[in-house]
């Protein structure tokens, strides 16, 4: 069975700077997708950036970016220049490729408090 | 707007009631998810369902059951509430890995808060 652990509960950062948030996974599988998910305190859970584990370049959307080591499984998220509404759980999540079910393994998720 | 539509946002039951939670997708998704979200403990899944009618147990099954009988819609049922299964509920779809395509993850709804007494 697959793993995600998320090592920090909560973080916070100054608006405008940059934070990183942890993320590692266990697996035997080669070919999977790992996702960082974004739920602000009105609970809507969003999908703040992809990667493709055969893919050796790291996924990029906007001010988020994600730097990606497969050898030490390990998936973090940066974040540049904070916002307010960055504010919110982010949750690290890891999928293999099971027939068509895709299910998506989420470890315990990272508060993130952005301080105005 | 596609969307996945929980609903109820609150939900206050007594123990031992029987509680359905709905959701509905309009994507025409083959994947359905029952997910709880507790601090602390992320979010496990609890059924699944890659089809009409098809359902498969998650991590945590014990006290809950599914139902599918149209693609769109997919529930679950507590067949007798109990305080521990006090939690957030959230419903998640996604589509189906015969499309040939993978690893979009999944589209959430807002959730349920369900409360038992």
């Known amino acids: 069975a697959q793993t995600v652990t998320q090592s920090q509960p909560e973080m916070s950062v100054q608006e405008a700077e940059t934070v990183t948030l942890s993320c590692t996974y266990d697996?035997?599988?080669?070919?999977?997708?790992l996702f960082w998910y974004k739920q602000p305190p009105s609970r809507q859970m969003i999908l703040v950036i992809r990667?493709?584990?055969?893919?050796?370049q790291n996924a990029t959307e906007n001010r988020f970016s994600v730097n990606f080591q497969k050898a030490a499984k390990s998936f973090s998220l940066k974040i540049s220049d904070s916002q307010l509404g960055d504010t919110a759980m982010y949750f690290c999540?890891?999928?293999?490729?099971?027939?068509?079910?895709?299910?998506?393994?989420f470890g315990t998720g990272t508060k993130l408090q952005v301080i105005p | 707007d596609v969307k996945v539509t929980q609903s109820s946002r609150y939900l206050v039951k007594r123990t031992g009631e029987k509680v359905f939670l709905e959701c509905v997708q309009d994507?025409?998704?083959?994947?359905m998810f029952w997910y709880r979200q507790d601090p602390g403990l992320g979010l496990r899944l609890i059924y699944f369902?890659?089809?009409?009618?098809?359902?498969e147990k998650g991590d945590i099954p014990e006290g809950y059951s599914v139902s599918r009988e149209k693609k769109e819609r997919f529930s679950l049922i507590l067949e007798s509430a109990s305080t521990n299964q006090t939690s957030m509920y959230l419903c998640?779809?996604?589509?189906?890995?015969?499309?040939?395509?993978f690893g979009y993850g999944y589209t959430f709804g807002s959730g349920t808060r369900l409360t038992v007494v």
């Open positions: 697996t035997s599988e080669s070919n999977y997708y």
């Open positions: 369902s890659y089809d009409v009618k098809m359902k």
């Open positions: 998640a779809s996604s589509m189906g890995g015969d499309r040939g395509v």
């Open positions: 990667q493709e584990a055969y893919k050796q």
């Open positions: 999540a890891f999928m293999k490729r099971t027939g068509g079910y895709q299910k998506v393994t």
């Open positions: 994507m025409d998704h083959e994947n």
